[in-house]
């Protein structure tokens, strides 16, 4: 992840050097890379740096590869491909991007192109499957998912409240990443869109716009699991943020640079270094300050074979670091509140170790202080007692018979 975040940043300033004069670009490329969203992800073990930068390069090969013949298609095709091993959504939320290089060429110039990112896919995709116990297992798990990520958090699925929480966590996820320079990444499309009002899909108006918007649109209507899949559009924004900075430096050079430089990296800087905002060193810190003190308790309070463990979003966390234990994870529906049972099985005790889920009544939990500000909460129960959830709501439904 750190990796991928430094490689986005010095790729950011390449590409930015197209459209603003060099030192605009370092300034784009050290504010990607300053923005407390970009910065966290760079810190933790999560995927989405290699997003971003898949996104990067897959644009460059792209925007290089448009109106230069098959050749350059199908290298452009070839890296395509081998990102998507990387990250599989690239396929669908770059897919315009890609049908925008091949747009010159016609239907039947494609046919070449098409068939180098098809065997591209095939480099990664013949050992997963292998490694997937098969064509069937593998293809049944993706299907699998793709059917429960569409009934449980699409539009088509759930309608409004979907859509409601799919632009909220989008708007607030990019707002994040890109603090100041959202306004200059506007303020840059419309720059380069200017002049090429009748031919958009052929300027570099409309090759940011197919970049960057179809993620955001696929976020809104399908399903944005996390804060950090906007990486797949952050660095062309902040390109698209160069390019509009570059027009206001050559009037006035050395003030926008320093604003710039300010505003748009020393500011995000001291946000995610000095402060308690959302993504900052201090909630990272407190975050694996927590994991780190409850583990600790349920190795010293709690034992393995009479124990279980309740999880949500944290199930493989504790698998990893508690292994001995038995960890159950529920997993709530966003919009549909039905009633789900769980049988504890041969327990004393059953460990509520995600902070999320709270008891139906308070009187059927205990709580203890792992450490100051630190909570662990804990249920004693008889071996078979069976627990009901409601929501993020859980209560003991039955004793043991």
């Given at each position: ?11 950011i300033f ?42 990067l ?18 290298v ?5 491909g ?7 959504d690239l ?5 315009p ?12 110039g ?6 180098a ?9 013949i050992?997963?499957v ?13 299907l ?59 300027s ?13 649109l ?79 308790y ?18 493989l ?17 966003p ?31 205990r ?15 008889a ?5 009901e ?13």
């Amino acid at each position: 992840a750190a990796l991928a975040s430094a490689l986005g940043a010095a790729g950011i300033f390449l590409f930015a050097r197209r459209f603003a004069p060099a030192p605009v670009a370092l300034l784009a490329g050290a504010a990607y890379a300053a923005d407390p969203l970009v910065w966290q992800y760079s810190e933790i073990a999560y995927p989405y740096t290699v997003l971003g930068l898949g996104s990067l390069v897959v644009a460059w090969a792209a925007y290089r590869a448009r109106g230069r013949g098959a050749g350059a298609a199908i290298v452009a095709s070839v890296a395509f491909g081998i990102a998507a091993g990387f990250r599989q959504d690239l396929l669908i939320l770059l897919a315009p991007l890609w049908l925008w290089s091949l747009r010159p060429l016609g239907i039947r110039g494609a046919i070449r192109p098409a068939l180098a990112l098809g065997a591209a896919c095939l480099l990664w995709l013949i050992p997963t499957v292998i490694l997937s116990d098969g064509v069937e297992a593998y293809a049944n798990a993706l299907l699998g998912q793709a059917a429960y990520v569409g009934q449980t958090y699409s539009i088509v699925g759930q309608g409004v409240p979907a859509l409601v929480a799919n632009v909220a966590m989008t708007i607030w996820a990019a707002g994040w990443g890109l603090l100041l320079a959202a306004p200059l990444a506007v303020a840059g499309v419309a720059l380069l869109g200017r002049r090429a009002a009748r031919a958009l899909l052929d300027s570099d108006a409309g090759f940011f716009l197919v970049w960057c918007v179809p993620p955001l649109l696929i976020y809104v209507g399908l399903h944005i699991g996390d804060w950090g899949y906007v990486l797949s559009a952050l660095p062309g924004l902040y390109i698209v943020a160069a390019h509009a900075l570059g027009s206001l430096a050559r009037a006035r050079g050395r003030v926008v640079i320093g604003a710039g430089w300010a505003g748009l990296v020393a500011a995000p800087a001291l946000l995610f270094a000095a402060s308690g905002a959302p993504f900052s060193a201090s909630e990272i810190a407190a975050h694996d300050r927590g994991l780190q003190t409850r583990f600790a308790y349920v190795r010293d309070h709690f034992t393995a074979e009479r124990t279980l463990i309740l999880t949500r979003e944290d199930f493989l966390l504790v698998r990893y670091y508690l292994p001995d234990y038995h960890a159950r994870q529920h997993d709530p529906d966003p919009y549909v509140r039905t009633s789900r049972r769980m049988r504890a099985g041969h327990v004393d005790q059953v460990v509520v170790f995600t902070p999320g889920l709270a008891p139906e009544q308070a009187a059927d939990v205990r709580h203890v202080a792992c450490a100051a500000g630190v909570e662990l909460v804990y249920l004693d129960v008889a071996p078979g007692t069976v627990l009901e959830f409601r929501g993020e709501r859980y209560a003991v439904a039955s004793p043991a018979p």
